[in-house]
């Protein structure tokens, strides 16, 4: 599995260096202690798009927005019961311990345990409330001031301004390059702006720091689409959907594109 991921993202690291410009880095415009407020930041999206379209841009893809983990729910409990002294109990599932862990190991550790959750949950409601949870570990970057600068990118996209959208992420990504879901965020808008060697690119360097990160796959998949690389794009959006099977977005794509590509479906 791990040799099949390592081979994949090299196969799609050839086609960003064949169908993508060089994305140079960005250069920092503020530094981390810039209060967001203040911000005055150009706007950096003239990334030149080369690479000549073949298919429409297809429809972006929502993504949860997430303001603080989930906690534990009964739904979280198993509803096998046992018996006790002669009465019949529900058993709570057993919490992995985290307190022993350092921050980021206790990071990496419960995405781990999340990850086979989500896997394995056929139900697509409680597999969305895995992802939820998977998703709210991704957003906390450590830093209020980059937690800030991503949320007001994400507000201003929703509130249909991809220009102000544009000057938070580019900011986000300067003050913290490591942040994988600051780059995830600009691909996505990169895509729906059409600047689709950006979007690659950006999806690639997401994919560095998160292989997992299986909303940035089905990103990837959308732009190798529209760059008419449909077999590359079945392979990212198969990887998606390996993470996250109740993904419905990309389980939909995944089902119609095999259809196309193989006539049949997967």
Known sequence: MVRGLILF????LFTALFLALPFAALPVYASAQDAPDQLNIPDRDDQDDGAAII??????????????????????????QVE???????????????????????????LDDL???????EDAQSANLVAE?????????????????LRRGSEAEAKGNPKLARIMYNHTVDLAPEFSEA??????????????????????????????HFYTLWTMGNVLEVLNRPDDALEAYRESNRLYPEL?????RLAELDAEVNGTAF
């Open 183 to 212: 780059w995830a965020r600009s691909a996505r808008l990169a895509l729906t702006q059409k600047k689709y060697n950006r979007a690659l690119n950006e999806s690639l360097k997401t994919l560095e720091l998160e292989p997992r």
């Open 55 to 80: 298919l429409p841009a297809p429809e972006a893809l929502t993504v949860p927005q997430i303001d603080t983990p989930l906690e534990s729910t009964p739904e979280n409990q198993s509803d096998t």
């Open 84 to 110: 006790i002294d002669g009465e019949d109990v529900v058993p709570e599932v057993l919490v992995p311990d985290y307190s022993k862990l350092s921050p980021s190991a206790e990071r990496a550790a419960r």
């Open 115 to 121: 990850f086979v959750k989500l896997a394995e949950t």
């Open 9 to 12: 993202k090299m196969r799609l």
């Open 133 to 149: 949870e998977i998703y709210a570990i991704w957003t906390e970057s450590g830093s209020a001031s980059v937690n800030l600068l």
């Open 248 to 252: 419905k977005a990309v389980k939909d």
